[in-house]
């Protein structure tokens, strides 16, 4: 079957999956972003105002985000995928700023933006709870007043889920210090070996609480995608 990198730290095997599949994702064919949460951000953050993309990857959402009139910055992990995004946008003739850089050594001026998108899932990749709240907290300080984050996570979906987690914790995780709903997604690298890439799975409470103990509300979600506010200006943006 091949080998799986079980002992690659968390970061590292993120990093190595997107390099690699980051020609397949500037040719996805796919849209480039979920037409229910672009009309939920064309309600929530006023156009003209700047958004950074979470997890931009190859620059799929900033370029949609980009078209409706958004000055838009993308920030990843990956340097392949920012590469590409690069010359993704260079081709449409869009203005859009790309960064390779990790999200939590982002230093963003205060009060610059008015939104924040995760793309799927970037949420579950950072591994240490205290270092997701500190990521939240530090970009609520990013949000002009009446800011938006649109938070994206791998979430729990049902019972037997919730058991393989808990064998997986049992079996292993708990020892080496890892949390509960850590876990793995399978992929195959161009050798033919099987590789795993880190994801944290959330119980909705937990995520929940993580945005509270950064001083955000969480809304509930549509789709992928919940909508955070800052709790002193959670009212609705006039």
Avoid at 64 to 77: I, M, N
Avoid at 81 to 98: D, I, P, Y
Avoid at 166 to 176: A, I, K, N
Wanted: proline share 5%.
């Amino acid at each position: 079957m091949g080998r799986i990198d079980a002992a690659t730290p968390a970061a590292e095997s993120i990093r190595v999956k997107y390099d690699v599949q980051a020609p397949y994702y500037v040719t996805s064919l796919e849209q480039e972003m979920e037409g229910s949460l672009k009309e939920r951000i064309l309600r929530e953050i006023p156009k003209g105002h700047r958004v950074l993309v979470a997890g931009s990857g190859t620059g799929h959402e900033c370029f949609a985000l980009s078209r409706e009139g958004y000055p838009v910055t993308g920030v990843d992990f990956s340097e392949e995928m920012t590469v590409r995004a690069r010359q993704k946008a260079g081709q449409l003739g869009l203005s859009v700023t790309f960064e390779a850089a990790d999200l939590r050594a982002c230093r963003i001026p205060p009060g610059s933006l008015g939104g924040i998108v995760f793309t799927y899932e970037v949420f579950s990749f950072l591994p240490v709870p205290a270092e997701r709240i500190e990521l939240l907290r530090a970009m609520a300080s990013w949000l002009e007043p009446g800011g938006r984050i649109f938070l994206s996570a791998r979430r729990l979906r049902n019972l037997y889920e919730s058991l393989l987690l808990s064998v997986q914790w049992l079996r292993g995780g708990m020892w080496r210090g890892g949390a509960w709903g850590d876990s793995h997604t399978r992929w195959i690298a161009p050798d033919g070996s099987l590789r795993r890439s880190f994801i944290h799975i959330f119980p909705e409470r937990r995520l929940k609480r993580e945005s509270r103990q950064a001083g955000l509300q969480m809304g509930e979600f549509q789709g992928g995608h919940c909508l955070l506010s800052p709790v002193e200006s959670s009212s609705t943006r006039t």
